[in-house]
Each structure stands twice: as C-alpha cells, then as structure tokens.
C-alpha cells in the first residue's frame, strides 16, 4: 500500500513540475534552473535561503530544523512534507506569500488553522491522510485554490458539500 501511495506520489510531483515548467516566463538560464530545484534536505535549503523555491521533505522528524527552514526561505513557491509526523501546520507558512502548492500528506494534523486564508496565492493544497474531522470557512477565502485533496481525514459528507459550495471552481478530493 505505501508503494502505491508513493508511486502516486511521484506521479502528482512529475506532473507539477511539468505544469509548472510550460506556465512560467522565460527566466534567464541560471535562474530558471533554479526555481525548478526541488531541495530535498534542510541543510541544503538553508545554505542560500533566498534561492529555495521547492522544499520537499520525506519522512524527517525533525521539527526545529523545518521552522528554521520556513522562516529563513521566503521565496517558497512549493512545500512537501511528507510523513513528517506534523501534529499542526506551522505558523511559518502562513507567511510565505509566494507559496502555491503545499502537500502536508500522511501527517498527525488534526486542524487547518484560520491563517490558511493568508496563503492567497495557493493552488494546490493536499493534506490527504492525516487526523482531520472538519475544515475552516477560511479556506473558502482561497480564491486561486485549484485543488484540494481531502483523502484518508474523517470529515463529514456535510462539511465536503459545503466547502463545494464555497469553492464551485475548486476540485476537492475525499
């Protein structure tokens, strides 16, 4: 089942890095390959900050080095923390105002803050498989959110039909 779920994991990251190649501006060079790196490691990410675009963590539990991280490289696009045992989102996202996508999968997060509605320039947002029973009107706030991904949370058919109503143009997955 994990093989799967990473399997479908690589897949959804292949297909962002493709959406995301042919919908930017020609940058020079240098640049360009720049934001198209996915750092995979806090220290590296944290060696020149400024140029980090792309975080994507597998499976680490180190908690104080992702805040250090989050606070130091503004210029996050993309987040990917993935089975990072996160019991909450932290508050250093919420001010990352270039961020589009951001995957919280398999984590312990029981809540998505109110502050979610200071990400306005989020597209994707996938939180499947974590300890989720129910979602803020906040995210309705969201107005460029393309996707949501829901799977694997206890959140009532109640609260999934709303939250449709309140984004008819988002795709949302239960």
Not at 30 to 35: D, F, G, R, V
Not at 43 to 66: Q, R, T
Not at 149 to 170: A, F, R, V
């Amino acid at each position: 089942m994990k093989h799967l779920v990473l399997i479908q994991f690589v897949l959804a990251v292949t297909l962002l890095f493709y959406q995301n190649v042919f919908s930017q501006e020609k940058l020079p060079a240098k640049e360009e390959s720049q934001k198209e790196k996915f750092y995979t490691s806090f220290d590296e990410a944290l060696i020149k900050p400024e140029k980090v675009y792309k975080l994507s963590i597998m499976y680490s539990k180190d908690n104080e080095k992702l805040i250090q991280v989050l606070s130091k490289c503004k210029n996050l696009q993309s987040i990917d923390l993935l089975d990072c045992n996160i019991t909450e989102i932290p508050k250093e996202i919420f001010e990352l105002k270039n961020l589009q996508n951001l995957f919280l999968e398999f984590n312990e997060i029981s809540e998505i803050p109110e502050d979610i509605r200071k990400l306005k320039n989020l597209k994707i947002f996938s939180i499947k498989y974590n300890k989720l029973t129910n979602i803020p009107e906040s995210l309705s706030e969201l107005k460029n959110l393309e996707l949501i991904n829901l799977k694997g949370n206890n959140i009532s058919e109640t609260d999934i039909e709303k939250l449709e109503k309140l984004l008819p143009d988002c795709e949302i997955s239960y």
